[in-house]
């Protein structure tokens, strides 16, 4: 097991996130029939890229902290939306969040959250910004926040964040900036 960049797949520095990768015997040898599919996960040596975003703990075990696809690139900082929800699940009045990056002509991408108020509580996107201010990296700090009942889900219960992003870029007039290729 290693931990690589994403994008270059050199090795992730110690303490850094990067794109969880396995060689072995248990490892598979392909995907069936798509040797394109296959090229792209599994190089000459035989690493299986898993497209997880993972952490080594101190212990030398993984922890997983989100999906390289998920992965918000503003300007050059890469962000794990899994870090910020879990720092914005600390707030006692927030009782879900679901964070992704919107389309943004200077920065490529911006960090949007979408946060579900605990019963009774009311909550401003201004609170929420007091309340990240200082204590998270600013570049992580969303600059689009959404207050809403619920989020949309999956029948199995995941949050599907392509339908709030695909909204967003519509409520909020991003349909230009969305069709830009940046890679």
């Known amino acids: 097991m290693k931990l690589v960049d994403p994008a270059t797949r050199a090795d992730s520095p110690p303490g850094e996130a990067g794109e969880l990768a396995a060689r072995g015997h248990d490892v598979m040898a ?21 497209g997880d975003l993972a952490r080594r703990r101190d212990d030398g075990n993984y922890r997983i902290v989100g999906r390289c696809k998920e992965q918000i690139n503003r300007g050059g900082e890469q962000i ?6 879990e720092f914005l699940h600390h707030h006692p009045d927030v009782a879900e969040v679901a964070v992704l990056g919107l389309p943004d002509a200077k920065y490529g991408e911006i960090v949007a959250a979408w946060i579900v108020p605990r019963a009774g509580a009311t909550l401003s996107a201004e609170a ?21 009942q619920s989020l949309p889900r999956t029948v199995t219960g995941k949050v599907r964040k392509h339908v709030l992003k695909d909204q967003a870029i519509a409520e909020l007039g991003l349909g230009d900036v969305a069709a830009i290729q940046t890679a």
Do not use: M, S
Request: one cysteine or more.
């Open 30 to 50: 392909g995907y069936y029939k798509n040797p394109a599919a296959t090229a792209r996960a599994i190089d000459r040596e035989g690493w299986l890229y898993t």
């Open 80 to 85: 794990h939306p899994a870090e910020v929800e």
């Open 128 to 148: 929420i910004g007091a309340y990240c201010k200082g204590q998270i990296t600013h570049f992580k700090i969303f600059q689009h926040v959404a207050i809403v």
